[in-house]
């Protein structure tokens, strides 16, 4: 039987509240940054939203070192049916990319 977890925190459990954490921080701060009106205000918000990115970055690495953020691997048949999927996506746009 395989061991159960118990109610305590762990350092895996930290880890992902950190990234979790860092992830909402970033998405905010990504909206703050680009209604911030004042020129100052938003080049300081842009400041905080790099430090957030290199945070959850950080926690990432962290996790994936631990082997707790597990990554599946693909095939190359794999990604040239994704890009072909978002290639058709696009081919149904009104503006097929051009810039008016």
């Known amino acids: 039987m395989p061991k159960v977890k118990g109610p305590q925190f762990n350092d895996r459990d930290i880890a992902n509240d950190l990234l979790a954490t860092e992830k909402y921080l970033t998405n905010n701060y990504n909206d703050f940054a680009r209604e911030a ?15 957030s990115h290199q945070a959850a970055r950080d926690v990432f690495n962290l996790m994936f070192k631990n082997g707790w953020y597990n990554l599946t691997s693909t095939t190359r048949q794999s990604l040239q049916q994704t890009k072909d999927q978002f290639t058709n996506y696009q081919a149904q746009f009104p503006y097929s990319g051009e810039m008016h």
């Not at 009106?37 to 905080?48: A, E, F, T, Y």
């Open 37 to 51: 009106s004042h020129r100052d205000l938003h080049n300081l918000v842009m400041g905080i939203l790099n430090d």
